[in-house]
């Protein structure tokens, strides 16, 4: 079946590290974005990608980054940078020619 | 600018009861909109969208939605809620073109037996 995968569902780092979480869709679609979800605060935009090696800054892209080598993945980094990286990490992807998103299951980042 | 605005963090209906979130959108443009349902540590599952035609939107599970321009809303209801309605709900909001979803801050409902 067709879908979006992120890995891994729970990931732990020590404050300073920086960790890739990964974003990989068989559904052939050509748009991916990247989500940041904290208790009361819904879901906030990172990046996205409309196609392969372009993507554009979100609403909270500091600390972030992002690659789009293939137009199936699209590998978020959280760099030391970011100053609270505590949170639930979404990633989705869109066809060209429809405007709701599938989702993947998420990635919960704790940093200790 | 777009921005969606959800009233109440949290809604607690018994089981049986109609269901009713509220989503109120601003944009200079017709959007589009969704709603969509999130259960516990998961992904967001897409309940219903409109984009043009029939402003009353059926999705699934038993929701649907109206979409009313002259006072910018979009509300989610349900007619007899069930024990597994309890999740967050997100409404969401797109301009034409390729702008990215704009999401509320969501909605937890809670249903009591």
């Known amino acids: 079946d067709g879908g979006i995968t992120q890995s891994p569902k729970y990931l732990f780092r020590k404050e300073g590290q920086n960790v890739t979480l990964s974003c990989e869709q068989n559904?052939?679609?050509?748009?991916m974005y990247w989500y940041r979800q904290d208790p009361g605060q819904g879901l906030r935009l990172i990046y996205y990608?409309?196609?392969?090696?372009?993507?554009q800054k979100g609403d909270i892209a500091e600390g972030y980054s992002v690659s789009r080598e293939k137009k199936e993945s699209f590998p978020l980094t959280v760099t030391s940078a970011q100053k609270n990286p505590t949170a639930f990490y979404l990633c989705?992807?869109?066809?060209?020619?429809?405007?709701?998103?599938?989702f993947g299951s998420g990635t919960r980042l704790t940093v200790v | 600018a777009q921005s969606v605005t959800q009233l109440g963090s949290h809604v607690s209906v018994s089981e049986g009861a109609l269901v009713l979130l509220r989503c109120n959108y601003s944009?200079?443009?017709?959007?589009?909109l969704f709603w969509y349902v999130q259960y516990p540590n998961q992904g967001l599952q897409l309940l219903l969208k409109?984009?043009?035609?029939?402003?009353l939107v059926k999705g699934i599970n038993g929701f649907e939605a109206e979409f009313k321009k002259s006072e910018t809303s979009f509300h989610l209801t349900k007619p007899s809620a069930h024990m597994s309605d309890a999740a967050e709900y997100f409404c969401?909001?797109?301009?034409?073109?390729?702008?990215?979803?704009?999401f509320g801050k969501g909605t937890r409902l809670s249903v009591i037996a």
């Open positions: 969401a909001v797109r301009l034409t073109g390729n702008t990215p979803l704009v």
């Open positions: 944009s200079s443009v017709p959007p589009y």
């Open positions: 409109y984009t043009t035609g029939a402003t």
């Open positions: 989705a992807s869109r066809p060209e020619s429809y405007y709701g998103y599938t």
């Open positions: 559904l052939n679609h050509d748009a």
């Open positions: 990608s409309q196609i392969v090696n372009d993507f």
